[in-house]
């Protein structure tokens, strides 16, 4: 009698650990989700500078330069060191000069100040990090250069921006 | 009581407990065979994709778009092998811990009920998917072709560029 106890106890036992192992049966299947992040690095000039103009002096000075705040650029770039450079698509007469000065956006990069605008591309502003914004100031200043007044004329230069690596050109 | 009775009580033991034990063995055994491969799931398919600078919201001086979604199918899943259309289930889901990013979170939805005899519901709102398991839908009996989608929000410039990747594991559990 005390074995057939405890044969049915062990029965029981084991219907109860296969049935337990039968409510917690699980399997597994796995997917791969990824993605890429690519370089993003855009930067646009909002605007064209109004015309800038020489006429004005004062008798026994250089005439006064001309400047002009009107237009803006936005920035977005995911790069660490990034910085902008531009140039001019040809050159400027050599009593002419001119010039530009970008501020940075107000959380990264620091201003070259004020560039002389030349067909090679010179750095504006530097060390830039991520970073979006927009309606960053741009201020062109069109001056004479040199002790006597530049020679009347007129034309117009396409200004090239470029948000590119610290270390490139 | 006489020493052949006892040895013979004792063999009658030693009988009954050897084919206790062979039966509880085999039992276990049995059963427990059972139990792993009573329910199965199967995901086929998965999601990669590229955020570059079409994904900016305005162009330069915007920020990227809020969140990504993979189409409607991205993964397709399979319970089989359930014990008929009155055996319940539920689907768990987990991701890797890998690459995690700050402020990136990975979400699954149900998009389709898939077919079969049994039953599924739940899941067909997003579910931010965890290091852990997170319930994500459940139902009964055998179901094929059950769509899932995959949603990824956080994801902004200051993230460097860069592949970045987690396993989805999904875990069907017989209840």
Known sequence: MKTRKLSMTMLTMAMLVGLYGIAQASNTSSQSVSYEVANINEIDMIGNPNPLVIDTALAGYQPYADTDNSTTYSITTNGSTKKITAKIDSAMPEDLALRILLDPPSTTGTSAGEVTLTITEQTVVSGISPVVAKNIKILYTLAPVGDTPPTPTSGIKTVTFTLTDAGGQ | ?175
Request: proline letters at 2%; one cysteine or more.
């Open chain 2, 1 to 175: 009581m006489p020493p052949a009775l006892l040895r013979e009580l004792g063999w009658t033991i030693i009988k009954k407990a050897a084919l206790l034990f062979a039966f509880v063995t085999v039992a276990f055994l049995i059963l427990s065979g059972l139990s792993a491969c009573a329910v199965d799931v199967y995901a086929v398919g998965g999601w990669n994709f590229t955020v570059d600078s079409s994904c900016l919201v305005g162009g330069a001086g915007s920020n990227l778009i809020d969140s990504f979604e993979s189409k409607l199918d991205a993964t397709v899943i399979n319970i089989t092998g359930t014990g008929g259309s009155g055996d319940a289930w539920q689907v768990q889901v987990r991701k890797s811990s890998v690459s995690q990013l700050q402020g990136v979170v990975l979400y699954v939805k149900r998009t389709g009920d898939g077919s079969g005899s049994g039953t599924v519901h739940g899941g067909s709102s997003y579910v931010a998917v965890e290091t852990s398991d997170t319930d994500f839908f459940e139902g009964s009996g055998d179901r094929t072709d059950i769509t899932v989608q995959y949603k990824v929000s956080g994801i902004s410039i200051k993230i460097p560029p860069g592949t970045y990747s987690t396993v989805i594991t999904f875990t069907v559990v017989d209840r």
